[in-house]
């Protein structure tokens, strides 16, 4: 049985209903006899997980490994949470002079001309290296695929001047989503461009966490940052740029000042013509999307 305030309150009352003379402090000291004690909510069920959760997670981790023994870029991509920019309360603590704490603004209204800042993060596992585009408008798959090139141009390239193909582990949702259509027709743009082919590996649904930019980059960022108000979009960009771990994580970013707009359409035409191969394993998280060739070379 889970026992609440009130229900402890109700049970006293009704104790002394009978002619025992109990309060409610009294039922409080039975309860704890009985081994109970008061705790909060613990965020444990993740719910029902895809019958083939697992053999989705082996399948990306073949496929990296498989990129990396053959010298492909292999890169984890998500978006960090959007970050308010000004004089605003940031997680975590810092030393500061005893009795004197950062003063910040008490409440937590964005700032009509700094706003919010969406960092958007490349991730290349093998290197342990990162790239993080700092947005000022929204996220949206136009702005996950800029990201992208602009990794590609700034350290992808460098480091993989021989790359036929470029492999990315992402989440099922998002900007950078399994269904969202604009993701696709962007990725095919880019794929256009660089004359590679792009590989995509979504992890299955609810299982985020698991997407290697999370714990091996962002976390180590927020830890950075931790208890610092991001007080201008350089700020943003320079705690990130100077994330640091033993490990010899090594991070870039830069600042993206483009507007991107949301609510763009695709049509069922442009998706015709995207050069995109299923995989026979869950082609709806495995695909591919090889240069365009031909005016209509889609085998989706």
């Known amino acids: 049985m889970r026992w609440t305030s009130k229900s402890t309150v109700a049970l006293a009352d009704e104790l002394q209903k009978m002619g025992h003379s109990v309060s409610q402090r009294s039922v ?4 704890k006899e009985l081994g109970y004690s008061m705790q ?4 444990a069920n993740e719910g029902s997980s895809h019958p083939d959760r697992d053999a989705q997670f082996q399948f990306i981790s073949d496929e990296v490994e498989s990129a990396i023994r053959r010298g492909q870029p292999a890169v984890s991509i998500d978006t960090k949470k959007k970050e308010l920019v000004g004089n605003f309360k940031n997680g975590g603590a810092e030393w500061e002079k005893k009795g004197e704490p950062r003063r910040v603004n008490t409440y937590d209204f964005p700032d009509q001309n700094l706003g919010k800042v969406s960092p958007y993060g490349i991730y290349d596992i093998a290197e342990n290296k990162g790239w993080v585009n700092v947005g000022i408008s929204s996220d949206t798959a136009e702005f996950a695929v800029e990201s ?6 700034g350290m ?24 969202v259509r604009l993701w696709k027709v962007k990725l095919q743009e880019l794929s256009s461009e660089l004359g590679i082919t792009i590989k995509v590996r979504h992890f299955p649904p609810g299982t985020s966490k698991w997407n290697k930019i999370e714990h091996r980059m ?29 490990e010899g994580l090594d991070i870039r970013a830069v600042l993206d000042e483009s507007i991107y707009k949301i609510g763009v359409k695709v049509t069922d035409d442009q998706m015709k013509k995207l050069c995109l191969e299923r995989n026979e394993f869950h082609g709806e998280w495995n695909y591919q999307i090889n240069p365009e060739i031909e005016s209509n070379c889609s085998t989706n």
């Not at 409080?28 to 309860?31: D, H, Q």
């Not at 962002?218 to 007080?231: A, D, V, Y």
């Open 40 to 43: 909060s909510n613990r965020k």
């Open 156 to 179: 992808g390239r460098p480091m993989y001047p021989n790359a036929s193909e470029l492999l990315i582990t992402a989440d099922g949702g998002g900007s950078n989503g399994s269904r």
């Open 218 to 246: 962002f976390c180590h960022i927020t830890q950075n940052w931790r208890g610092r108000p991001l007080l201008t979009r350089e700020t943003v960009v320079n705690l990130i740029g100077s994330t640091r771990t033993k």
């Open 28 to 31: 409080w000291s039975l309860l």
């Open 148 to 153: 992208i090139r602009r990794w590609w141009n």
